[in-house]
């Protein structure tokens, strides 16, 4: 079956240490997504990428960064400037063909917490 | 800029019927989508509506009504798998298929 897979599911940080966050999707889908959710709030954008090799930031992106290599898959690095980084991070694909709704398809997420 | 608001919290009994309201303000506009969360879960897609009117699937429906920046998800004859947090999501024309999610509403479904 198809589907995002996002890899850890748990993931820990020391003070001053960069992570990455993997995430894969065997949809074929050319744009993915990578979210961060707090408790009790909505999803906030840290980058998009629409196609391989281009990426842009969210409303977020500060203290992340991230790579389109390949169509499959679009790692997210936190990194050390990044004060506040214990969130819920959450990685989507959608198919960017066709003017009308292309619904987000969402993995299960990685929880990021500083040690 | 822009932003979607919903209520926090809505409770309600197995069987009954809900309505969890949106309202946004957005600088550009191309159709409110729904989501539902479960607890550490990732969310899914529900409904679409590009156009004004109500779009229905299964117990769940969903409405727009642009003049009024305004949109609700209805969900009927309630279970307890029902529990979870729904978001509204707001796309832009600028933005691509970019999504601005509001701040989620929690249902929670008691017997």
């Known amino acids: 079956d198809g589907g995002i897979t996002q890899s850890p599911k748990y993931l820990f940080r020391k003070e001053g240490q960069n992570v990455t966050l993997s995430c894969e999707q065997n949809l074929n889908h050319d744009a993915m997504y990578w979210y961060r959710q707090d408790p009790g709030q909505g999803l906030r954008l840290i980058y998009y990428?629409?196609?391989?090799?281009?990426?842009q930031k969210g409303d977020i992106a500060e203290g992340y960064s991230v790579s389109r290599e390949k169509k499959e898959s679009f790692p997210l690095t936190v990194t050390s400037a990044q004060k506040n980084p214990t969130a819920f991070y959450l990685c989507?694909?959608?198919?960017?063909?066709?003017?009308?709704?292309?619904?987000?398809?969402f993995g299960d997420g990685t929880r990021l917490s500083i040690l | 800029g822009q932003s979607l608001e919903q209520p926090s919290e809505v409770t309600a009994v197995e069987g009954a019927i809900v309505q969890i309201n949106c309202t946004y303000q957005?600088?550009?506009?191309?159709?409110l989508s729904w989501y539902q969360q479960h607890d550490g879960g990732a969310p899914t897609f529900l409904s679409y509506?590009?156009?004004?009117g109500l779009e229905e699937t299964g117990r769940f429906s969903s409405f727009l009504s642009r003049s009024d920046s305004y949109g609700y998800l209805l969900l009927q004859e309630l279970q307890m798998k029902d529990s979870a947090s729904y978001f509204c999501?707001?796309?832009?024309?600028?933005?691509?298929?970019?999504?601005?999610f509001g701040t989620g509403t929690r249902l929670l479904v008691s017997p």
């Open positions: 509506n590009a156009l004004d």
């Open positions: 999501a707001v796309r832009r024309v600028t933005g691509f298929q970019k999504l601005v």
């Open positions: 957005t600088s550009g506009f191309y159709g």
């Open positions: 990428s629409q196609i391989v090799n281009d990426f």
């Open positions: 989507a694909s959608s198919s960017s063909k066709g003017i009308g709704n292309q619904p987000q398809h």
